[in-house]
């Protein structure tokens, strides 16, 4: 079945230390997203990828980095994670933008623990 | 920039009822899409229905259907007949019709939290 990927699905790391998310697609959308969900909150975008081109949202802290090397991965850099960036990062796609095909499917999440 | 406001945190309905739960958002766009996802606990979240601003019909699937009224803004999701199954977190979004690249992101609202009660 075509699907969203995380891996790995729980992240432990310790405050400072540099951390990497991955995500995988295999339905060949255009758009991929990252974001991230404190506990009963709603996701929030970091930022997207639209092919090759990169979207970062204004309030997403310098920490936060990405990379999309091909089109079926994307990865979700935290240089330097604090307590705060503890959450559940949600990993996303979409096809293009024609109308009607435009929802989101997401990826099960990665819970990070920050130490 | 849009806002989608759902103002019930919690909700909860006996199994086999109905239930409804609000949604309403802010826009200066005619035309747009909207969307209920859901999130059961631990579990990933998916989408449960869809509606574009352009169509006056309701969408519906399944047990799941909504009551869109575009100038009112309100955008409510009913479920009929509800399953354990359905106990989740609930979030209405919102998406631009925009095709200028870095529109194609969604607005979610706080989420409603939705119990079933055997």
């Known amino acids: 079945d075509a699907m969203v990927i995380q891996n790995p699905r729980y992240q432990v790391t310790q405050f400072g230390k540099p951390v990497t998310l991955s995500c995988s697609q295999t339905l060949n959308h255009n758009v991929m997203y990252w974001y991230q969900q404190k506990s009963s909150q709603a996701p929030k975008l970091l930022f997207h990828?639209?092919?090759?081109?990169?979207?970062n949202e204004a309030d997403t802290p310098d920490n936060f980095q990405s990379r999309r090397p091909n089109t079926s991965f994307c990865f979700l850099d935290i240089r330097s994670p604090g307590l705060g960036d503890a959450a559940m990062y949600l990993c996303?796609?979409?096809?293009?933008?024609?109308?009607?095909?435009?929802?989101?499917?997401f990826g099960p999440g990665t819970r990070l623990t920050v130490l | 920039a849009q806002t989608v406001t759902q103002s019930q945190p919690e909700m909860s309905v006996q199994e086999a009822e109905t239930v409804t739960l609000s949604c309403t958002y802010d826009?200066?766009?005619?035309?747009?899409?909207l969307f209920w996802y859901k999130q059961p606990p631990s579990r990933q979240m998916i989408l449960v229905i869809r509606q574009e601003a352009y169509k006056q019909q309701n969408a519906t699937e399944n047990r799941f259907s909504v009551n869109f009224q575009k100038a009112a803004k309100s955008f409510s999701l009913k479920i009929s007949d509800s399953q354990l199954g359905d106990a989740a977190m609930y979030f209405c979004?919102?998406?631009?019709?925009?095709?200028?690249?870095?529109?194609?992101?969604?607005?979610f609202g706080t989420g409603t939290r939705l119990t079933i009660i055997p």
């Open positions: 979004a919102y998406r631009s019709p925009s095709t200028n690249f870095g529109n194609e992101k969604l607005t």
């Open positions: 826009t200066s766009e005619s035309d747009y899409y």
């Open positions: 996303a796609t979409s096809r293009d933008l024609k109308r009607g095909r435009n929802e989101q499917f």
């Open positions: 990828y639209y092919d090759k081109d990169f979207n």
